[in-house]
């Protein structure tokens, strides 16, 4: 059923069209002059407007020149009885779908209401294929994200465990679906679970599901993550957040390939390839005894380091017009440009939050400028709180994030000092092999820098 608008200065032929529609299950309202209408229009959701050409004061081509300055995006069906070439084609370059001369066909009628309505479906589930498609894009131009892209294309196809490394905000979890979509699974589910999101008495059943009668308020069996994701992915976001007790009940999910529901008796195959994020150190987790080591082993086998917004600040300029233009289009906004002096305070701030942040920010910038945005826009949409990023590091966030952040940038400020592994070693006062250990922990290219030099 759709929601019509007829517009036409003759009551009868308002009376008929009306009757018709309402008979093929539609709502049909009447009006009969043009003013009235762009009132309607302004106030009502219509699905499809069908208006007379030649009508007193403002006629229909009139209308559709209001409509299109209006930015309504509702389909628009002409009539006329005195309906020529050059007025269909003026009518066709407004924006109309159709044009049909009087007397009306009440079938043509119907089967063009129809198929117009039909196309508008169809437009809507293209763009909200896009939408999806968009949420999911990872969006980059710079070296930095290139070479994880191309690690990305690398691994994908296998059934090598990956482990994400970076900071929260960096768009974790787009590369992990990123590394479903392009493996042999792509056709099976791709199911998360944030592990530092569920209270550690829960998190078994959450992942392992469990039977009806397990535990109180348990009325229904339910389905674990594993078993949702059999024959898929499986996700794990933020491990290094998981309780020690389910890190050993995890562990032998992996060895095993099957899990037993929370209250069953019986264990269950599951075919499952686990992704794992954190934005914490592992290896010093495990130090401490806050992470099994042996599951440590199980999981970091092809470690894979997402770089910070702020080590990837050339990827800026299209990441903002990416958001800009998804968030516009969800909420049906007008798409505003940047200016090239809002691009570079973009690029001057810190970023703790990361992409998630910038996204947050561009929204902001939507609601607060004009038709353009602008640096002073750009200022103000900031927190205000914050401080810019000094020496390359982030003016916010954990302190266990900025302190990994200082140690990375002092590695490579001694690298580029220096020719020689061994002597930036001695310079930091490690060993060489130390700084070896150290350099891949924080993710930096020994190789690459080789390169560049």
């Not at 129809?114 to 131009?141: F, P």
């Not at 009668?213 to 949702?228: C, D, I, N, W």
């Not at 810190?350 to 998630?356: E, F, I, Y």
Request: hydrophobic residues 40%.
């Amino acid at each position: 059923m759709a929601n019509l608008l007829i517009v036409d200065d003759d009551a009868n032929t308002l009376a008929s069209l009306s009757r018709a529609f309402r008979l093929a299950g539609h709502e049909a309202t009447v009006c009969d002059n043009a003013g009235r209408a762009l009132d309607l229009i302004k106030t009502q959701r219509f699905d499809l407007v069908l208006s007379d050409v030649v009508m007193p004061g403002k006629d229909g081509l009139s209308l559709l020149e209001d409509l299109k300055n209006l930015g309504a995006q509702i389909p628009t069906v002409m009539i006329s009885g005195q309906a020529n070439i050059e007025m269909a084609v003026r009518a066709t370059r407004l924006g109309a779908v159709d044009f049909l001369e009087k007397p009306l066909s009440t079938d043509k009628l119907l089967l063009t209401v129809d198929n117009v309505l039909r196309l508008k479906r169809l437009e809507e589930e293209n763009r909200q294929l896009r939408q999806r498609v968009g949420r999911h894009e990872i969006v980059h131009s710079g070296e930095a994200m290139r070479r994880v892209m191309a690690q990305v294309e690398r691994v994908a196809a296998s059934e090598t465990r990956v482990c994400i490394l970076g900071e929260t905000g960096t768009g974790k979890e787009l590369v992990a679906r990123a590394l479903h979509e392009r493996s042999l699974r792509r056709e099976g589910a791709f199911v998360t679970l944030n592990c530092a999101a569920v209270p550690s008495e829960l998190i078994e059943s959450e992942l392992f599901g469990h039977e009806k009668g397990a535990f109180t308020g348990a009325t229904v069996r339910h389905l674990g993550k594993f078993e949702q994701a059999h024959g898929g992915t499986l996700f794990l976001d933020e491990i290094g957040d998981m309780p020690l007790v389910m890190q050993a009940k995890l562990l032998r999910v992996l060895e095993e390939n099957q899990i037993e529901r929370v209250g069953g008796d019986r264990p269950i195959p599951v075919e499952v390839r686990v992704i794992v994020a954190t934005h914490r150190n592992l290896d010093e987790l495990v130090q401490r005894g806050a992470f099994r080591q042996d599951l440590y082993h199980r999981i970091y086998v092809f470690p894979l380091r997402l770089p910070p917004l702020r080590e990837r600040t050339e990827d800026i300029p299209r990441l903002a017009e990416h958001f800009a233009r998804q968030v516009s289009e969800q909420n049906a906004w007008k798409p505003k440009p940047f200016t090239p002096e809002a691009i570079a305070e973009l690029q001057r701030y810190g970023w703790p939050g990361n992409v998630r942040e910038l996204r947050n920010v561009v929204e902001r910038l939507l609601l607060l400028s004009g038709d353009v945005i602008e640096v002073a826009d750009v200022r103000l949409a900031l927190p205000q709180a914050s401080a810019p990023a000094v020496a390359g590091l982030p003016a916010a966030g954990p302190l266990a994030g900025r302190v990994e952040a200082f140690e990375r940038e002092v590695i490579l400020s001694e690298l580029k000092r220096h020719q020689r592994m061994t002597d930036a070693a001695k310079a930091l006062g490690l060993e060489r092999s130390h700084l070896y250990k150290k350099c891949q922990q924080l993710g930096i290219d020994l190789r690459a820098m080789r390169k560049g030099e």
